[in-house]
């Protein structure tokens, strides 16, 4: 019995010493094989962004003084059927107006120029002291003129506008005898020809001295009035007995409306002019060409000006 009981001890002792060294070899080796490797750390590299860079304003952003541009381009003689002009591109800018007359004319000179859109000009003239044609004198003074050559780029053509009219000029040429040239030959014939592409758009000017039908001072002396309209917006009407000043505004194309508010009348109990003082009163006129027709507009009759037809002295 106690040989068996020996026998099983050492067995267990075999079997004991066994089991621990397979267990801690195999667990040695499941261990190696099934072990998590470890996770090297990722660095996320975020990009650095670039700087944002401002352009400085640039002095070229700030508009400059197109007068260089607008002289280079006008230079040259220019007409229509009533008058003409010249620029000389010098650098006082020196302008000439009417028929190639510019020794009588007083001198005149681009001042200021503003480009309001491409090939549109806002242009300041200056025209100094002289004497007109009676041999008064007058001061100098200036105004303004839009000159719009947006149509062509002032190759051929240009519009000049005041407050009231819109005129349409043709290149007669750069000097005066090529302009000389041009106007005895096919001018007319070509001015037409452009003309009629503006009918109806451009604004007529009414500028002249308008005289009432069969005007005579002499036969017909008591109907015969005259209405001189200026190219500033001034009227003036002198008749029989009357001398009345005012203002005048083109209502439309071929339309205007005079307003005289300064009648004086011929009193003789007091031997001379006599200011009819607060009396206003207005005159419609339709005009086209040399023609026009006129209806007064009065609640009271202080002149023998009468609706009727007028007709302005040609140049």
Not at 38 to 52: D, G, L, M, N, V
Not at 203 to 229: C, H, K, Q
């Amino acid at each position: 019995m106690k040989r068996v009981l020996i026998l099983f001890a050492i067995i267990a002792v075999i079997l004991t010493g066994c089991t621990t060294e397979v267990s801690t070899s195999d667990y040695d080796q499941q261990t190696e094989d099934t072990k998590t490797p470890t996770a090297t750390p990722t660095t996320i590299s975020t990009p650095t962004p670039e700087p944002i860079e401002f352009e400085e304003e640039s002095e070229d952003i700030v508009a400059q003084d197109p007068f260089e541009d607008f002289t280079a381009k006008i230079a040259g003689v220019w007409g229509n059927l009533t008058g003409g002009c010249y620029f000389e591109n010098y650098e006082d800018s020196d302008i000439s107006s009417g028929w190639f007359e510019s020794d009588a004319l007083p001198q005149s000179h681009i001042r200021k120029v503003l480009e309001v859109a491409e090939n549109v000009y806002r242009v300041t003239i200056e025209v100094d002291s002289s004497y007109d044609e009676d041999g008064n004198a007058y001061d100098g003074y200036s105004y303004e003129v839009t000159y719009d050559g947006s149509a062509d780029g002032f190759e051929k053509s240009f519009i000049a506008s005041n407050d009231t009219t819109d005129y349409l000029y043709i290149r007669l040429g750069n000097n005066m005898d090529e302009a000389w040239e041009y106007y005895t030959g096919t001018f007319i014939e070509d001015y037409n020809k452009l003309a009629e592409n503006y009918k109806g758009k451009l604004r007529e000017s009414p500028v002249g001295i308008w005289y009432t039908e069969n005007y005579d001072l002499f036969d017909n002396w008591a109907e015969s009035y005259s209405i001189e309209l200026s190219g500033d917006g001034n009227a003036l009407c002198t008749g029989w007995r009357n001398k009345d000043s005012g203002i005048y505004e083109i209502t439309e194309p071929g339309k205007l409306r005079i307003t005289f508010d300064h009648c004086e009348i011929d009193n003789p109990e007091i031997g001379g002019w006599d200011l009819v003082e607060g009396f206003v009163y207005t005159i419609d006129m339709d005009y086209s060409g040399n023609d026009a027709t006129i209806k007064i507009n009065a609640p009271d009759v202080i002149t023998n000006l009468t609706d009727g037809v007028l007709h302005r002295k040609a140049r």
